[in-house]
């Protein structure tokens, strides 16, 4: 059915062998096929199952990015509960890539993943510490050092990243209440390290030179900063980290995001506060965590399940905070016409959130007076593109852009596609006044509420046409736009407030 490469790839997998780039090639000649076909293919491949634990993750990796189908992402994790064979690290590494898969596809998460993901990750934390033997006493309250705050974070590139700005928010907020602040990237994000065969799997990014920076900067404002070596985790440099802890004896320590081993480390020491980065429950091992009340049910029943107590859940609303404004442009600056009504699509992972779905759409709503400005990271652009010519002419890709605000405040209108994310880049198009038009799943809705958001992609086409021919209906929803940034930029006040009821919880 897939010719001669088919059937060799068959044969290695009888013999026990994997050939990545077979399955390279497979994958491009089947992505586009019928389901039926598709079945076919993932049947036979099922049937060489249970050679091999390193096997087995590899064919469930293939099949889960061939299907999108929950069952097959139930059934890896489940393989990986059970063994007995991998360890630690390798664990980790496909926590991570499972963390990956669900933030991408929004249709491969449900309750029942998080809760198993979330107990894969105790599981690895589990044996981290067996394997490790460390010695992790807590620090009585009377000795940690009211000045002193350490904020934790997987993954650190600076001021344009929003998990990296929510950080710096946070560091200025502690600054403000009188504390010293050292920022950690523990650089564990999507690792490498205990890699093991795994399709297409994500890897994090990772800036090299701030290796060199003993201090960043956001607002005015300095941070003591330490970055561990792309190697994490490293028995070495988590030791290095415990002792520092020791010695320093924080007061206050905030992990950014979550599932970071350190931070769970840590918090058999001092009890740790968790902050999300997306409007979701965090799979993490802190004590506590600040959580939305617009998930609040949700996070108790997963709490809950993975053996949590109700206290473990601070309940705040998730506030932003942006780099100062420093270019005013034109949009002839840009090549952006005059008059011309332009969307804007702002994001990291861009490859995979503007699907077919979303090019399909842009390409039936668009007229001539639109544009579309691309800001962000978008390998596959010009792939894009080729498979909708008809869109080029409304195109402009900006790429990864210093100063998001100077851009945002040239375009009319914030369009989302469905993905978790986007929070960041939604309150600052809101804050120049742009309304947002988002699918009714993900952080953006979350934030936006029913107000911004939409069905699907339909629905999303019908309401570009009303902005672009109703002024007036434009306007009253910019106005409103504007004060719903207005709420969700107060991060003195309400990250304070968290930080308060933290401490009380630690008394």
């Not at 044996?127 to 490790?132: D, E, G, H």
């Not at 390998?379 to 100063?403: A, H, R, T």
């Not at 198009?429 to 799943?441: D, Q, R, Y």
């Amino acid at each position: 059915m897939w010719g001669n490469e088919w059937e060799r790839l068959l044969k290695d997998l009888s013999d026990g062998t994997l050939n990545a780039e077979l399955f390279d090639e497979l994958y491009e000649s089947v992505r586009d096929a019928r389901e039926m076909e598709k079945g076919k293919l993932i049947d036979r491949l099922l049937c060489y199952m249970g050679t091999s634990i390193q096997q087995d993750v590899f064919l469930y990796s293939f099949i889960l990015k061939l299907s999108k189908d929950v069952t097959y992402l139930s059934r890896l994790l489940e393989l990986v509960l059970s063994d007995n064979s991998l360890d630690w690290k390798q664990l980790y590494f496909l926590h991570e890539q499972i963390n990956q898969i669900i933030f991408v596809n929004h249709e491969l998460s449900n309750n029942n993943i998080e809760v198993s993901n979330w107990r894969l990750l105790q599981k690895i934390y589990c044996m981290c510490r067996k394997t490790m033997e460390l010695e992790l006493n807590p620090i009585p309250k009377e000795k940690r050092n009211k000045e002193l705050a350490v904020v934790i974070i997987q993954q650190f590139l600076g001021e344009g990243h929003g998990p990296s700005k929510v950080a710096l928010d946070r560091c200025s907020v502690l600054r403000k209440m009188g504390k010293r602040v050292l920022l950690i990237n523990t650089a564990e994000l999507l690792t490498m390290q205990g890699r093991l065969p795994f399709f297409e799997a994500g890897y994090g990014n990772y800036f090299p030179h701030l290796l060199e920076c003993q201090t960043v900067s956001w607002q005015g404002e300095t941070f003591q900063y330490y970055q561990c070596e792309d190697i994490m985790p490293d028995e070495e440099e988590i030791n290095s980290l415990i002792n520092a802890v020791k010695r320093l004896k924080p007061c206050v320590v905030v992990e950014i995001g979550g599932s970071s081993l350190v931070a769970g480390l840590i918090n058999e020491m001092i009890p740790v506060l968790n902050v999300g980065t997306v409007l979701c429950c965090s799979k993490t091992l802190a004590r506590y965590q600040a959580v939305s009340s617009n998930i609040l049910e949700e996070a108790n029943s997963l709490v809950k399940a993975v053996g949590k107590d109700s206290s473990h859940i601070i309940q705040g609303r998730f506030t932003y905070s942006f780099e100062k404004q420093t270019d005013f442009l034109k949009r002839e600056d840009l090549g952006i016409d005059e008059d011309a009504f332009v969307l804007v699509v702002v994001g990291w992972r861009l490859d995979e959130e503007m699907n077919e779905g979303f090019m399909k759409m842009l390409d039936e709503t668009l007229r001539d007076n639109m544009r579309v400005v691309i800001i962000g990271k978008c390998d596959s652009y010009e792939q894009k593109l080729s498979n909708y010519p008809g869109l080029m002419k409304y195109m402009i890709n900006f790429g990864v852009c210093p100063d998001l605000l100077s851009r945002l405040e040239l375009c009319d209108l914030y369009i989302n596609p469905t993905r978790r994310g986007g929070g960041t880049s939604a309150v600052q198009a809101m804050f120049k006044g742009k309304p947002v038009i988002t699918v009714n799943f993900g952080d953006v809705a979350g934030i936006v509420g029913d107000r911004f958001s939409c069905r699907d992609y339909n629905e999303m086409s019908q309401l570009i046409d009303r902005y672009y021919e109703d002024k007036a209906f434009y306007n009253e929803q910019s106005r409103y736009a504007q004060q719903l940034a207005d709420i969700y930029m107060d991060s003195d006040k309400e990250f304070v407030r968290i930080i308060g009821e933290y401490e009380t919880r630690i008394d």
